[in-house]
């Protein structure tokens, strides 16, 4: 029911308020606007009442002034606070493009085909682009399922069709970059230096690098080995919340050490209170790994490939899949052929292959 009621301004004019109260499937909505004349007051009030009785009507007015950005920002704090450091940067990152500031009600395919062309314009490749487009998915379906706000999703899922169909999103393609020797001697003496230097206060790279090569474990797990989780007898050890593509925590997977990384752990220093194995920060593992390839003049070597060297070690060494897989911890097949690729002349021959030639 509207209502309209006029009222004395202090320069005595008057403005006359509109107010439209409905209550539609145990939704309550109240809302008021004032306007210079009566008959605009009344107009709008009558315009307001029709788009209420729509279906949704209510719930789109309720969350009317609600921005993209809100939700992003509600969704960081309500669903994101154990989220890994990527994933909560490619959101906070979201928030500062122009779509953030779009009513999430009012959110088109138009408005997200346009962030996708502007993202490609400006160079972002479409596997980077795919991820902004897979949180902006993940947040509208959280705020219909969880906020019962009325989103559009079918605008979402056009928008992503046919960015899709026009090549502006994509999947990351599979690396197969697998550090020579010659690299490795490079960041071993980059080590070796700095070491030198600042004996005390620097991260043991050198031990770090070598044992991602021999234990194919990711630099975050590396820092989350422990002495009371290795076995020395049966050479193994757990590795706590390994990655998984569904569970992020308490995953905790028991695998296989080579001889070699056995040996780097028992030559680690044991400081007391202290039940890590490599007591230091992944982030800053990081950073130094960058430095170091940078000032090495290597281009283009993530620390992650130093597992995929590992695991194509292991396939050259004439280990099967499911020997590997106790290394790796890799949760499938599919999943770890995309690091084997294997070095020709690593491979020794099995059985007899003198065969003579006709």
Known sequence: MATIRKRRKKDGSFSYIAQVRMTRGGHRHAESRAFPKKAMAEEWAKRRELELMQ????????????????????????????????????????????????????????????????????????????????????????????WKMPVNLSEFEAAKLLLRSKGLIGKSKSRNRRPTQAEIERL???????????????????????????????????????????????????????????????????????????????????????????????????????????????DDLRFHDLRHEATSRLFEAGYEIVEVQQFTLHESWDMLKRYTHLKPEALKLKGNHNHECT
């Not at 002034?65 to 992003?72: E, G, K, N, R, Y």
């Not at 408005?111 to 902006?136: C, F, Y």
């Not at 044992?211 to 080995?225: D, M, N, Y």
């Not at 695998?255 to 890590?276: C, H, N, S, Y």
Request: net charge positive; charged share 25%.
């Open 188 to 298: 071993r003496a980059y080590f070796q230096r700095s070491q030198r230097i600042r004996p005390s206060a620097i991260i043991p790279m050198e031990d770090i690098m070598d044992f991602a090569i021999v234990s194919s474990r990711r630099q975050e797990e590396i820092t989350r080995l422990l002495w009371s989780d290795l076995d020395e007898q049966a050479s193994t050890c757990w590795v706590r919340d390994a990655k998984h593509p569904r569970q992020k925590w308490g995953n905790h997977k028991r695998f296989k050490l080579t001889a070699d990384a056995m040996v780097i752990i028992q030559r680690q220093p044991r400081a007391k209170g202290e039940d890590r194995i490599f007591p230091y920060n992944a982030s800053s593992i990081g950073t130094r790994w960058r430095a170091a390839t940078a000032a090495s003049g290597i």
């Open 55 to 146: 279906p949704g009507g209510i719930l789109t007015a309720k969350w009317r002034d609600v921005s993209l950005q809100d939700a992003f920002e509600r969704y960081l704090h309500e669903f994101a606070q154990n989220a890994g450091r990527s994933k909560r940067a490619t959101i906070e990152q979201l928030k500062r493009f122009p779509i953030a500031r779009v009513q999430i009600t009012e959110l088109t395919s138009q408005q997200i085909v346009e962030h996708g062309l502007m993202r490609s314009n400006s160079g972002i490749k479409p596997a980077t682009i795919n991820q902004d487009i897979v949180w902006l998915g993940i947040i509208l379906k959280t705020a219909v399922a969880a």
